[in-house]
């Protein structure tokens, strides 16, 4: 029996709300295998990040290779890579990929701590992207439909914008390779445990294309998924808590 394999290369939170915790998390939920090379270390709760320490990119890459040696994944993705080096560095390794990336652009944590530089030089490798409005600049469905396009400009294949801090419903749009457009809905709900929502999408679109879905149909199994996650958060933390990982 064929075992779907997912890898997220990401930072650690000790918390186990988001990075490479929240990845693992959301790949077993998903059936998926999980394997994880970790890119820096936090110190961090649901009230924030104290501080960051980013590993080597000789040892991160050393990470990547060992396992895609061994037990290859069928897809994978990214979160926090600390600094322009990392991404750099993972930029050229991603070359050799004959699997799908994601990459979750984690700029900033939910708290507002800085994670990260820019990932231009990683938008190519990638075969879908997602940022979120802060870090596609946009406001509304139509600024994001125009970042989208800049992105796709940029050399991104797949892009999808997270639209959790629209007002009203919540939003996410997805610009496909061909340029079409496809909306996912879902009614806005009132929580401050929203810590690692990024994090858990990705790793939910990413599990899903290890088993081989459709990017359209992955992306809309992961925002239920998370719709879900959210609704049903168990409350932990005083501050941004975590999601229900064990939602369905």
């Known amino acids: 029996?064929?075992?779907?394999?997912?890898?997220?290369?990401?930072?650690?939170?000790?918390?186990?709300?988001?990075?490479?915790?929240?990845?693992?998390?959301?790949?077993?939920?998903?059936?998926?295998?999980?394997?994880?090379?970790?890119?820096?270390?936090?110190?961090?709760?649901?009230?924030?990040?104290?501080?960051?320490?980013?590993?080597?990119?000789?040892?991160v890459e050393a990470q990547i290779r060992a396992v895609i040696d061994d037990i290859r994944p069928s897809a994978a993705k990214t979160g926090a890579l600390g600094n322009r080096t990392m991404v750099e560095m993972l930029a050229r390794v991603a070359v050799d990929f004959d699997f799908p990336l994601v990459v979750d652009p984690v700029m900033m944590s939910t708290s507002g701590y800085a994670l990260g530089e820019a990932i231009?030089?990683?938008i190519p490798r990638a075969f879908l992207i997602t940022p979120n409005l802060e870090e596609a600049d946009a406001h509304d469905l139509e600024s994001m439909r125009r970042a989208a396009a800049r992105f796709a400009e940029r050399g991104a294949k797949n892009v999808l914008i997270k639209?959790?801090?629209?007002?009203?419903?919540?939003?996410?749009?997805?610009?496909?390779?061909?340029?079409?457009?496809?909306?996912?809905?879902?009614a806005r709900i009132g929580t401050r445990h929203t810590h690692g929502t990024g994090c858990a999408l990705s790793a939910a679109i990413t599990a899903e294309l290890a088993k081989g879905t459709g990017l359209v149909e992955a992306v809309e199994r992961a925002k239920a998924f998370v719709t879900e996650a959210i609704r049903s958060a168990p409350g932990l933390g005083s501050g941004s808590g975590p999601l229900n990982f064990f939602a369905r």
């Open 120 to 122: 231009d030089g990683l």
């Open 163 to 186: 639209g959790g801090h629209l007002t009203g419903d919540a939003v996410d749009l997805l610009r496909t390779t061909d340029g079409t457009f496809h909306e996912f809905r879902a």
């Open 1 to 59: 029996m064929h075992t779907p394999v997912a890898l997220s290369i990401a930072g650690s939170d000790p918390s186990g709300g988001a990075g490479i915790q929240a990845d693992l998390k959301t790949f077993h939920q998903f059936g998926v295998f999980g394997e994880a090379a970790v890119t820096l270390i936090t110190v961090q709760n649901s009230r924030g990040v104290e501080r960051v320490e980013v590993l080597s990119p000789e040892l």
